[in-house]
C-alpha cells in the first residue's frame, strides 16, 4: 500500500479499530496507538505519518502531549484532535501545540477527513447560543486550570478547593450538552 500514512491515538480500541478500518478503506497506511509511548516508539521505528488523529483524554495521559510529540517530529504533520470533553482552553492549547483541527466527539472519517484538507477558518460557521449552564460553566474553569498545571490532577483539585478524588470523578463523567 502506497497511501498516505496516518496515525491514530486512542484508547478506546473499538473506536480506534472503527477508525483504522475507515481509513484504509480510503488508501490511508494506519498505525494505532493508545498513548504517548507507544506513538514515540512509532515515530523512532521510522514511521513517520503525514496525518494523525489524536483523542484528548487518554488513559495514560493528555493527548495534548502526543500533539506535541507529533508536531516536533515533523511540523507538517496534519493533526486533529477528537475529543467528548471540549472546552475552550483545550481547543487553543491543541492549536498552540501544532493541531491543524478540534473535533468534539462523535466524529466520523467524513468529518476528520474533511479536517484533514482544510487551511483557512470559516466564517460563515453559525454562532449558535452558547450554553452557559453551571455545568458547562464548570467544566470550562476544569480544564482551563487542568491546562495551567500540565494536567496535573493533585494541583488542579488544590487551585479549585476541592478534593482531589471529587474532581477525578467529575473528569469521568462526560459533559451533557
Given at each position: 500500500?502506497?497511501?498516505?500514512?496516518?496515525?491514530i491515538?486512542?484508547?478506546?480500541?473499538?473506536?480506534?479499530?472503527?477508525l483504522?478500518?475507515?481509513?484504509q478503506?480510503?488508501?490511508y497506511?494506519?498505525?494505532?496507538c493508545?498513548g504517548?509511548?507507544?506513538?514515540?516508539?512509532l515515530?523512532?521505528?521510522?514511521?513517520?505519518?503525514?496525518?494523525?488523529?489524536?483523542?484528548?483524554?487518554l488513559?495514560?495521559?493528555?493527548?495534548?502531549?502526543?500533539?506535541?510529540?507529533?508536531?516536533?517530529?515533523?511540523?507538517?504533520?496534519?493533526?486533529v484532535?477528537l475529543?467528548?470533553?471540549?472546552s475552550?482552553?483545550t481547543?487553543?492549547?491543541a492549536?498552540?501545540?501544532?493541531?491543524?483541527?478540534?473535533l468534539?466527539?462523535?466524529?466520523?472519517?467524513d468529518?476528520?477527513?474533511?479536517?484533514?484538507?482544510?487551511?483557512?477558518?470559516?466564517p460563515?460557521?453559525p454562532?449558535?447560543?452558547?450554553?452557559?449552564?453551571?455545568?458547562?460553566?464548570?467544566?470550562?474553569?476544569?480544564?482551563?486550570?487542568?491546562?495551567?498545571?500540565?494536567?496535573?490532577?493533585?494541583?488542579?483539585?488544590?487551585r479549585?478547593?476541592m478534593?482531589?478524588r471529587t474532581?477525578a470523578?467529575?473528569?469521568?463523567?462526560?459533559?451533557?450538552?
Open positions: 500500500m502506497s497511501g498516505p500514512q496516518l496515525a491515538v486512542e484508547d478506546d480500541p473499538a473506536f480506534s479499530e472503527t483504522a478500518r475507515s481509513f478503506k480510503r488508501g497506511q494506519v498505525r494505532t493508545t504517548l509511548d507507544e506513538l514515540q516508539a515515530l523512532r521505528d521510522g514511521f513517520g505519518p503525514a496525518y494523525a488523529v489524536v483523542d484528548l483524554k488513559v495514560g495521559g493528555s493527548g495534548l502531549e502526543c500533539v506535541k510529540a507529533l508536531n516536533e517530529h515533523d511540523p507538517e504533520t496534519r493533526i484532535v475529543t467528548g470533553f471540549a475552550i482552553a481547543a487553543v492549547e492549536i498552540k501545540l501544532g493541531a491543524c483541527h478540534y468534539a466527539k462523535p466524529s466520523n472519517a468529518d476528520i477527513e474533511a479536517a484533514f484538507g482544510r487551511t483557512d477558518g470559516d460563515n460557521v454562532l449558535g447560543a452558547r450554553p452557559t449552564s453551571l455545568k458547562n460553566l464548570e467544566w470550562e474553569r476544569i480544564h482551563e486550570t487542568l491546562v495551567d498545571t500540565g494536567f496535573n490532577i493533585s494541583e488542579t483539585a488544590r479549585l478547593g478534593h482531589r474532581l470523578r467529575k473528569l469521568e463523567k462526560r459533559r451533557v450538552t
